[in-house]
Nanobody
Framework: QVQLVESGGGLVQAGDSLRLSCIASGRPFSDYAMGWFRQAPGKEREFVAAITRAGTRTEYATSVRRRFAVSRDNAKNTAWLQMNVLTPEDTATYFC???????????????????WGQGTQVTVSS
């Protein structure tokens, strides 16, 4: 049974930073390609960032590129999403997702992922 647990969300002001964490269990963490998605009220869930199994490649949505950074430590079973220069438009529930794979693929679509966390709320005030 694969479980993902996010943490680190909260209420911050515009320009602040937050770091989200995602701890996985159930399989060796290095088996997972990881992704971060977000869903704002009334909107569809959207891709934010992705990282390969080994952490050697990353990809970002245009809206967060150069502000957000995804990373992972396979020894700690943890992935992070460092979010800087937050704006009210970043307000959403953030989800981490995992896909068991043997390749070094970057997965950008939510349809690619098998497992999801429960989400953590990020609220950015202006």
């Amino acid at each position: 049974q694969v479980q993902l647990v996010e943490s680190g969300g909260g209420l911050v002001q515009a320009g602040d930073s937050l770091r989200l964490s995602c701890i996985a269990s159930g399989r060796p963490f290095s088996d997972y390609a990881m992704g971060w998605f977000r869903q704002a009220p009334g909107k569809e869930r959207e891709f934010v960032a992705a990282i390969t199994r080994a952490g050697t490649r990353t990809e970002y949505a245009t809206s967060v590129r150069r502000r957000f950074a995804v990373s992972r430590d396979n020894a700690k079973n943890t992935a992070w999403l460092q979010m800087n220069v937050l704006t009210p438009e970043d307000t959403a529930t953030y989800f981490c997702a995992a896909h068991v794979t043997v390749t070094g693929a970057l997965l950008l679509s939510e349809k690619d992922y098998n497992y999801w966390g429960q989400g953590t709320q990020v609220t950015v005030s202006s």
